[in-house]
């Protein structure tokens, strides 16, 4: 059964913040023409031996007096990190579902000003390599 997103964590290297939204762009897998001068009817197309593991949207609070946080700065001069995605912990579980991969800050706001509304930034994470799924367990 499908869950609220209330107490997903993201971790990406040590960059750690109050995490608004965040989502996964999908996932592409290339497909290989076949077709050719002979072909008739619809066009035929082999799958691709490699998929790109895509990109995740986040969107976040900016905590200027965290001094672990560096107002929350994204690393978007690191090095590839380790990103982990951790589904909200549901009744009964002990650990939750998980999905992770190598990625790298493609992108940044780092802050976001407006009239009586909290200071958030966002950033684009570009995934790397295989991702890895891990179940929820009891």
Known sequence: MSD???GAVLTLGSFTANIISMSHGGVERASVPTSHLGTSGGQTFLEGDTYNPGEVEIEYQVDTEDPNNAAAKPPYTDAAATVTVKMPLKAGDATPAQVSA???VTSASPFGLSFE???TGSMTVKLSGDL???NAAA
């Open 132 to 134: 890895t799924w891990a």
């Open 117 to 119: 509304e909290l200071i």
């Open 102 to 104: 190598s990625g790298f």
């Open 4 to 6: 609220i997103g209330t």
